[in-house]
Nanobody, 121 residues
Framework: QVQLVESGGGLVQAGGSLRLSCAASGLIFRINAMAWYRQSPGKARELVATVAKDGTTNYADSVKGRFTISRDNAKNMVNLQMNDLNAGDTMVYYC???????????????WGQGTQVTVSS
């Protein structure tokens, strides 16, 4: 059993900030890449940011310079600091991780349940 749980979503005014967190728990041998995605109703889930195990990051153009992804390998957590939020950032945000469950297994993709971020204009 592996579970990813997001937290930190909520309602903020345009120009404000939120910090999302995602904690992985369960039978985990190793967490490789971690990422944040977001999705609006009726639309495809889109990549927001990724962070490799060594800390290498990548961002969607729409959030570059405003969002920062980071991870704490000791705590099996990934965070997303979101600054200068605008109405276009209003979506459900999902944590994603590539997790190896034991020393003999390959990694598999896991998703959190999502946390709502709403930015009022």
């Amino acid at each position: 059993q592996v579970q990813l749980v997001e937290s930190g979503g909520g309602l903020v005014q345009a120009g404000g900030s939120l910090r999302l967190s995602c904690a992985a728990s369960g039978l985990i041998f190793r967490i490789n890449a971690m990422a944040w995605y977001r999705q609006s109703p009726g639309k495809a889930r889109e990549l927001v940011a990724t962070v490799a195990k060594d800390g290498t990051t990548n961002y969607a153009d729409s959030v570059k310079g405003r969002f920062t992804i980071s991870r704490d390998n000791a705590k099996n957590m990934v965070n997303l600091q979101m600054n200068d939020l605008n109405a276009g950032d209003t979506m459900v945000y999902y944590c994603n991780a590539e997790i190896q469950r034991n020393r003999f297994a390959t990694s598999s993709t896991y998703w959190g349940q999502g946390t709502q971020v709403t930015v009022s204009s």
